[in-house]
């Protein structure tokens, strides 16, 4: 028996943490096991990997170090927590997986990157396996960056290496999230730009239209 694997992507600020949770909520209700959780930092290895990644000066490290990093933690997180709940049977919830990692590292870095060494790494790390779902919330990055920092102005820990990048590079980040929505059959690209209800009740039409 194996569940289903639904990720959530986007840039900043789209709300994608409180939908992955409202969702959660949604499938228990409705008598389905549910793991949520999230890319960086979904195994405590992982919780490491994400202070190292979303913390501190944005220039701390490059691309091609920032692209291994996230991969090392994917490799953990599918190893001891997403491939075993799945064998389970239970449904996965990510906020973010793979896409995040092209969509930032490669074309939020205006395309410095190589694209192979990604999707090589893709291919070592994760193998022949893909989400079922992959959700993409869209958002002017002008919205979103504010909606982002506002809210991290609250916590202990600022996470804010990501944020402080300029502006084109949100840019290049939300044109790259909708090139890689055309690439694949799995992708939905919805609106953020709504109200916390109307979203997660347009998520659950998509969810029940494609997994249920
Ligand atoms: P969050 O905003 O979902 O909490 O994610 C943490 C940050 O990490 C966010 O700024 C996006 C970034 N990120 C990447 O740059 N590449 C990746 O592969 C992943 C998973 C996240």
Redesign the pocket.
């Known amino acids: 028996m194996s569940g289903r694997f639904i990720t959530f992507e986007g840039g900043?600020g789209t709300g994608?943490?409180t939908q992955v949770k409202l969702l959660a909520e949604y499938l228990k209700a409705n008598g389905i096991d549910v793991v949520l959780t999230?890319?960086?930092?979904g195994t405590p290895i992982g919780q490491e990997l994400?202070a190292m990644?979303?913390t501190g000066d944005k220039d701390k490290f490059d691309a091609v170090a920032?692209?291994l990093l996230?991969?090392a933690?994917?490799r953990i997180h599918m190893q001891q927590k997403v491939l075993p709940a799945l064998a389970k049977g239970s449904w996965v919830i990510s906020?973010?997986?793979?896409d995040?990692?092209?969509?930032?590292?490669y074309y939020?870095y205006n395309k410095r990157v190589p694209k192979q060494m990604l999707e090589e790494l893709y291919k070592m790390t994760v193998g022949d396996f893909y989400p079922d779902l992959t959700v993409i919330l869209d958002i002017d990055p002008e919205i979103g960056l504010a909606r982002?920092i506002a809210q991290n102005s609250t916590y202990v820990v600022q996470?804010t290496?990501?944020?402080s990048r300029e502006m084109e590079f949100h840019h290049n980040l939300r044109a790259g999230f909708l090139e890689i929505a055309k690439t694949a059959d799995r992708y939905a690209v919805i609106d953020a730009n709504k109200t916390i209800e109307s979203l997660h009740d347009e998520i659950v039409k998509l969810v029940r239209e494609r997994l249920l």
Do not use: I, N, V, W
């Not at 995040?100 to 590292?105: F, G, I, K, P, R």
């Open positions: 900043e994608k943490s999230k890319e960086p930092g994400r990644l979303c920032e692209a996230y991969y933690d994917r906020d973010r997986f793979a995040s990692t092209m969509a930032y590292q939020g982002s996470e290496r990501h944020e």
